[in-house]
């Protein structure tokens, strides 16, 4: 990963550069200050609104969620300066567009900015 960017590993993973973002109960480095309270909002792509492979589309479009998330909030630490996020919260809902026939998820994800 270019510059030292990491991302949120899952429990047991391991890198050689830290990570940027931390998820609810991982827990950011020590020596961070608390820079401020933030609110980020992203979506997944859209997909066909369709019940068949309707499990398969909704992990498809979480995962996309998720990594879309993670890009946006690393950005953010970066033009605010700081070395790490830690997502507090999260509230992510489903979408719907009648006239495309397509579906994506919104997420609105709270963190602490820490420098």
């Given at each position: 990963?270019?510059?030292g960017?990491?991302?949120?590993?899952v429990?047991?993973?391991?890198?050689e550069?830290?990570?940027?973002?931390?998820?609810?109960?991982?827990?950011?480095?020590l020596?961070?200050?608390?820079?401020?309270?933030?609110?980020i909002e992203?979506?997944s792509?859209?997909?066909?609104?369709?019940?068949?492979?309707?499990?398969?589309?909704?992990?498809?479009?979480?995962?996309?969620?998720?990594?879309?998330?993670?890009?946006?909030?690393?950005?953010?630490?970066?033009?605010?300066s700081?070395?790490?996020a830690?997502?507090?919260?999260?509230?992510?809902?489903?979408?719907?567009?009648?006239?495309s026939?397509?579906?994506?998820?919104?997420?609105?994800?709270?963190?602490?900015?820490?420098?």
């Amino acid at each position: 990963m270019a510059g030292g960017t990491g991302v949120a590993l899952v429990s047991g993973m391991t890198t050689e550069y830290p990570a940027v973002v931390y998820w609810h109960r991982e827990l950011p480095p020590l020596d961070g200050n608390v820079l401020g309270e933030h609110v980020i909002e992203a979506t997944s792509r859209r997909v066909p609104y369709t019940l068949a492979h309707r499990d398969e589309l909704w992990n498809e479009c979480y995962r996309d969620l998720m990594d879309e998330t993670n890009r946006r909030i690393e950005q953010e630490v970066s033009r605010l300066s700081g070395r790490y996020a830690h997502v507090l919260n999260e509230t992510i809902d489903s979408r719907h567009d009648d006239a495309s026939g397509e579906s994506w998820l919104r997420g609105r994800f709270t963190y602490t900015l820490l420098g």
